[in-house]
């Protein structure tokens, strides 16, 4: 009789920490498949989920939630419940809902405004989304929804260039980076976002601060405090890992997935390579997702 051995991981990658923002769930332009690629291909001992994961406000417009969003939600639950990963996930603005909530611990779950983490170095870094530091966002969020409304615009604007761009042979170009690096007042007001939230993190008695909000991938020093921002998942497709060896940095979509494919190869080849114990020739191994 065939026996089926579980191997609970091994085929997987394993970070200290991985941190998500600005998935925007429940938009068109949400990468959900993209990610659900990768966090099959995942362990972490603790996911940071730093805001806007569930975007209520395109929601309340217009529902685009398709099944891939629901899976990503699965996967984030099943990574708490089966691998158990600590979940930390952070209110943001398109995610505000959770306010009302916080802070709520519910078994490996919280709901927080804000988290410190504390690195395998013993470094300090303050993890908050950032948008309270957008002057437009919290006074005046009326212009807040039009702006988003605007930058869904350009995403469809974006897409079907991009098409165009694909179609001629060439790369994919943002246009919505594009324009943030070019227009005065998007670079003046990214600049004091930064500023801002280097400061906080100071007067908080941290090395260092994680956030998210402007869709912006960086990792820099401003001043003495280290500025990781872990972008979003509607263009760039990046994220924040902490290595086992302890190494924090920006990781974009494609590294992660060769990082699997490779693990993944590895163990195939290990098991092949291993001849199987006495009585079990006919076992099968399944991984357990």
Same mark, same amino acid.
């Given at each position: 009789?065939?026996?089926?051995?579980?191997?609970?991981?091994?085929? %997987?990658?394993?970070?200290?920490?991985?941190?998500?923002?600005?998935?925007?769930?429940g938009t068109k332009d949400a990468q959900a498949r993209e990610l659900l690629?990768?966090?099959?291909?995942?362990?972490?001992?603790?996911?940071?989920?730093?805001?806007? !994961?569930?975007?209520?406000?395109?929601?309340?417009?217009?529902?685009?939630?398709?099944?891939?969003?629901?899976?990503?939600?699965?996967?984030?639950?099943?990574?708490?419940? %089966?691998?158990?990963?600590?979940?930390?996930?952070?209110?943001?603005?398109?995610?505000?809902?959770?306010?009302?909530?916080?802070?709520?611990?519910?078994?490996?779950?919280?709901?927080?405004?804000?988290?410190?983490? =504390?690195? @395998?170095?013993?470094?300090?870094?303050?993890?908050i989304h950032g948008d309270a530091f957008d002057t437009v966002t919290v006074?005046?969020?009326?212009?807040?929804?039009?702006?988003?409304?605007?930058?869904?615009?350009?995403?469809?604007?974006?897409?079907?260039?991009?098409?165009?761009?694909?179609?001629?042979?060439?790369?994919?170009?943002?246009?919505? @980076?594009?324009?943030?690096?070019?227009?005065?007042?998007?670079?003046?007001? !990214?600049?004091?976002?930064?500023?801002?939230?280097?400061?906080?993190?100071?007067?908080?008695?941290?090395?260092?601060?994680?956030?998210?909000h402007i869709h912006k991938a960086e990792d820099r020093m401003i001043g003495?405090?280290?500025?990781?921002?872990?972008?979003?998942? =509607?263009?760039?497709?990046?994220?924040?890992?902490?290595?086992?060896?302890?190494?924090?940095?920006?990781?974009?979509?494609?590294?992660?997935?060769?990082?699997?494919?490779?693990?993944?190869?590895?163990?195939?080849?290990?098991?092949?390579?291993?001849?199987?114990?006495?009585?079990?020739?006919?076992?099968? !191994?399944?991984?357990?997702?």
């Amino acid at each position: 009789m065939e026996e089926t051995i579980k191997v609970p991981g091994q085929h %997987k990658i394993h970070f200290r920490t991985l941190i998500l923002s600005d998935l925007h769930l429940g938009t068109k332009d949400a990468q959900a498949r993209e990610l659900l690629d990768v966090l099959r291909g995942i362990r972490c001992d603790k996911l940071i989920l730093n805001g806007d !994961i569930i975007d209520l406000w395109s929601l309340q417009r217009k529902n685009h939630w398709s099944p891939a969003h629901t899976a990503v939600v699965r996967r984030i639950m099943k990574m708490a419940e %089966k691998d158990g990963t600590k979940v930390v996930y952070l209110r943001g603005n398109h995610d505000d809902f959770i306010r009302r909530l916080i802070p709520l611990v519910l078994d490996r779950i919280e709901l927080a405004e804000e988290h410190i983490h =504390v690195a @395998q170095d013993g470094r300090k870094y303050l993890c908050i989304h950032g948008d309270a530091f957008d002057t437009v966002t919290v006074k005046m969020r009326w212009l807040a929804v039009i702006g988003d409304i605007s930058y869904q615009i350009l995403l469809d604007l974006n897409r079907v260039y991009n098409k165009w761009r694909a179609w001629r042979g060439k790369e994919y170009f943002s246009l919505s @980076q594009a324009i943030k690096a070019k227009v005065k007042s998007a670079v003046s007001f !990214i600049s004091s976002f930064e500023e801002h939230l280097q400061t906080l993190a100071a007067r908080r008695g941290c090395e260092g601060v994680m956030c998210g909000h402007i869709h912006k991938a960086e990792d820099r020093m401003i001043g003495n405090v280290r500025y990781i921002n872990s972008g979003d998942w =509607v263009e760039s497709m990046t994220a924040v890992v902490e290595e086992d060896d302890g190494r924090i940095r920006v990781v974009e979509r494609p590294e992660l997935l060769q990082r699997i494919a490779e693990r993944r190869a590895a163990f195939e080849a290990a098991k092949h390579a291993s001849p199987a114990p006495a009585g079990e020739a006919n076992a099968t !191994i399944s991984f357990v997702a």
